[in-house]
């Protein structure tokens, strides 16, 4: 009778070491199942300094004229036409490094739309201006400079570099308030629908169309001006 009790002793000791093993290696087994937490995107930058990002305006393809220079994309011609991202955007901060040829004129435009009913790019995009300011007779008009709010609002201070070298752009649009930086300082600040703005829109070359400054989104638009001109190192992210 003492041997029965020690075998279902024993027996009783080795079920429960047992069942107390396959829990350990079950609970193991789900940790090492259970995926990692994903932290947010919201803040990652993406990259635009590549053709793969960019259409022509209106079209499904990519002029030619675009191409890559190094890092770089450029216009080599004019012809290529004013290019936009494939994506669309509404709060965001961008980024990029661009310099003109002498006598050079170009743009970055924001909250583009496409639409048959409207014409160019610059006919709902607000436009940052790029421009050589030392030979570019568009220089002589205030509002017209590197760095301006084109043709709406000046730059308040001046920090372009010469034709044929690195400037650094920074362009916050964060919601209706809209930052212009140049090379490390800010140049233009303005609010989209302020009464300040449609007063300076009103007054401008801008005054007649509908649709100018208007949207609360759209594309990114780099422009043909029909001079040369080079972009690198652009990123985005949405705020």
Avoid at 46 to 69: F, G, H, P, V
Avoid at 82 to 109: A, H, P, Q, R
Avoid at 153 to 176: F, I
Avoid at 200 to 206: D, E, G, H, P, R
């Amino acid at each position: 009778m003492n041997q029965r009790i020690l075998l279902i002793f024993g027996g009783l000791t080795f079920a429960a070491f047992a069942a107390c093993s396959s829990g350990e290696t079950s609970t193991e087994t789900a940790t090492a199942e259970e995926p990692a937490v994903e932290e947010s995107t919201t803040d990652e930058w993406q990259d635009l300094s590549t053709l793969d990002a960019w259409r022509n305006y209106k079209a499904d393809t990519l002029s030619d004229k675009w191409t890559m220079e190094g890092e770089a994309i450029t216009l080599v011609e004019k012809g290529g036409g004013t290019i936009v991202t494939k994506e669309e955007y509404d709060n965001f901060e961008l980024e990029m490094d661009w310099k003109i040829s002498e006598g050079g004129n170009s743009g970055l435009f924001f909250n583009v739309i496409e639409s048959d009913d409207l014409g160019p790019a610059w006919h709902s995009g607000p436009e940052y201006q790029l421009l050589d300011n030392e030979r570019h007779k568009d220089a002589q008009i205030r509002k017209h400079r590197a760095g301006d709010n084109y043709d709406v609002q000046q730059s308040t201070v001046e920090t372009v570099k010469p034709a044929g070298e690195w400037n650094t752009t920074r362009l916050v649009v964060n919601g209706d308030q809209v930052e212009h930086y140049l090379n490390g300082e800010k140049v233009v600040e303005y609010e989209l629908g302020s009464p300040a703005w449609q007063d300076s829109v009103a007054n401008s070359k801008f005054g007649e169309l509908p649709m100018y400054g208007k949207a609360d989104k759209g594309r990114i638009a780099l422009q043909d001006h029909g001079d040369q001109v080079w972009f690198r190192n652009i990123r985005i992210r949405e705020m």
